[in-house]
């Protein structure tokens, strides 16, 4: 006759596998709360869109707890919306599961990014802006957000390769080392070149 502990030990090792594959189950089926559907991303973008839910949820917690002002409050969730239209946009563009390091500023937070801050009424899409960042577009989430995507190392030592190959020529007076005449999707760009003194 079986030992009932090693019947209860048994019963107990094949229920586990079903249990955890039902919960498996039951959290795919759930899918993500934030209004997409979680069959249309794949695992890298469905995370970053985790992430910036996450945020919202930092922040909407904070102003509950009357840490931060108004203010902070509106700038922080346009910023986190803005990331999330561009994330989304630029994975249905693609079609590929993959998200950039994506920068949203507004206008007065450039110098966050630059030293000396550029005119975005002068950026292109896919425009490569200081030798660090690709512009990807404006966002208007209640107010105007610059996306970039912070190029990675291989993307900047590929670009200072090409630098030193293909000289390109910078619109007069821009200074903003974004090149003139760069078609989109280019990535090719140089420093402003200085006048020889006469």
């Known amino acids: ?20 594959s039902g ?10 709360s934030n209004g997409d559907s979680g069959l249309e991303f794949g695992p890298v ?12 949820e930092v922040v909407d917690d904070r102003a509950s707890r009357r840490e931060i002002n108004s203010t902070y409050y509106r700038r922080n ?25 994506l920068e949203a500023v507004t206008l007065d937070e450039l110098g966050t990014l630059f030293e000396k801050p550029p005119k975005p009424t002068t950026f ?3 425009e490569i802006v200081a030798n660090k960042f690709r512009f990807l577009g404006a966002v208007h989430s ?22 030193k190959r293909e000289p390109v020529t910078l619109s007069a007076g821009s200074g903003t080392g974004v090149a003139s005449g760069q078609g989109v999707g280019q990535t ?7 006048a020889a003194p006469k």
């Open 142 to 163: 209640s107010e105007v957000f610059y996306l970039f995507a912070r190029l990675d190392p291989y993307e900047q030592a590929d670009l200072m390769q090409r630098q």
């Open 188 to 194: 090719t760009t140089t420093r402003p070149r200085r």
């Open 124 to 126: 292109r899409a896919n």
């Open 77 to 101: 969730s346009n910023r986190i919306r803005a990331l999330r239209q561009m994330a989304i946009r630029l994975v249905r563009e693609s079609g590929n599961d993959y998200v950039p390091e």
């Open 1 to 20: 006759m079986p030992n009932p502990m090693s019947l209860s030990r048994l019963l107990i090792s094949l229920s586990l596998p079903i249990l955890l």
């Open 23 to 32: 919960t498996v189950i039951a959290q795919r089926a759930g899918g993500p």
């Open 45 to 56: 973008v469905s995370a970053y869109l985790g992430y910036l839910k996450n945020e919202q």
